[in-house]
């Protein structure tokens, strides 16, 4: 559909799509997919959430660490371009926009131009992965405290890992980097034994969960190839009785129609 007459350019939506299961969208993005005229969507979106927008055009501008991905400023001018050409466009982006979501830069972009922006949040894949694993990440009388973090750096900035002082660390893209991770987390005078849950492809069929230790993690991550999540404190320690969760459950009928 193009914009009228009235209004050149048409409306962009960011929209999270959470964590990799098509039915872990939000109501609200699952509607806005299912009017979408054309979707820029990422290389963590599934093939079964790109099914809720049949009728948009596709448009993949995926980034992941450490591969040929999309710049950030042909995305930026993608979205302005397809705003001037269609009434409705979506960005849609794995977890939720607004963390580490390069956000920032897309809205920039946008209003510079002139564009009406309006963002849709999404579960952040930590949260996904709590709720996976059956850890929470705040426990009471012992972790009042969550840090969210990446080691992902911009281009020119230090990649020197920051890691936050929390009862409760959790790092996103933290596959590549465990080994350094937990050398600087021992050497800061964490636990050997402190509990480490990592998640792997997260909410998707093939999710795959790890329980470690500091110690264990300190030797590295190099059999996980999907996206990964490490988690780490004591509010993670496994609780007497515990059963492992397994993947989700099949896409509600009301989302795959």
Known sequence: MQPSASNRFGKVYLIGAGPGAADLITLRGARLLAQADVVLHDALVTDEMLELCPQAVKIAVGKRCGRLSTAQQFINKQLVDNARKYALVVRLKGGDPMLFGRADEELSALEAAGIAVE?????????????????????????RSVALFTSSTAPGESDETRIPDSDTLVQYMGGKEAVLTAQRLLAAGRPADWPVVVVENCSRDDQRILRLKLSDLERGLSDCEGPVLVMMGESLRTRPGFIEQQPGLPVPACLSA
């Open 119 to 143: 963002v849709v949040p999404g579960i952040t894949t930590a949260l996904a992965a709590a709720a996976a694993t059956k850890q929470p990440l705040t426990k009471r009388g012992v972790a």
